[in-house]
């Protein structure tokens, strides 16, 4: 079983920064790309940015210049671990954003519990 534990939400306001981190734990085969997802009310859940085993990067238009996607490869606690760091926020990045882990070996998802981010004055 794979786990991913989300922290880093919260209420910040309009032009400020955030930072998401997301740890990655468990049987895993071999990681294809980590990624974050995000949900706003009443809206279908979107790709914000996503990371490869290669270290490549993908963001969406929305976000490009202003997110940043970064991993850290497994160490001695066999955790790998995904940040995501958020400046010049806008009132559209108001959402639940979801840790997304897929793994080459089974091509099964795994995501985290989604942790609130909230931009507003």
């Known amino acids: 079983q794979v786990q991913l534990v989300e922290s880093g939400g919260g209420l910040v306001q309009p032009g400020g920064s955030l930072r998401l981190s997301c740890a990655a734990s468990?049987?895993?085969?071999?990681?294809?790309?980590m990624g974050w997802y995000r949900q706003a009310p009443g809206k279908q859940r979107e790709l914000a940015a996503r990371?490869?085993?290669?270290?490549?990067?993908?963001?969406?238009?929305s976000v490009k210049g202003r997110f940043t996607i970064s991993r850290d490869n497994a160490r001695d606690n066999a955790k790998n671990t995904v940040s995501l760091q958020m400046n010049s926020l806008k009132s559209e990045d108001t959402a639940v954003y979801y840790c997304?882990?897929?793994?080459?070996?089974?091509?099964?998802?795994?995501w985290g519990q989604g942790t609130q981010v909230t931009v507003s004055s």
């Open positions: 990371i490869s085993s290669d270290g490549s990067t993908y963001y969406a238009d």
């Open positions: 997304n882990l897929n793994d080459l070996w089974t091509a099964r998802d795994y």
């Open positions: 468990g049987k895993i085969g071999s990681i294809n790309t």
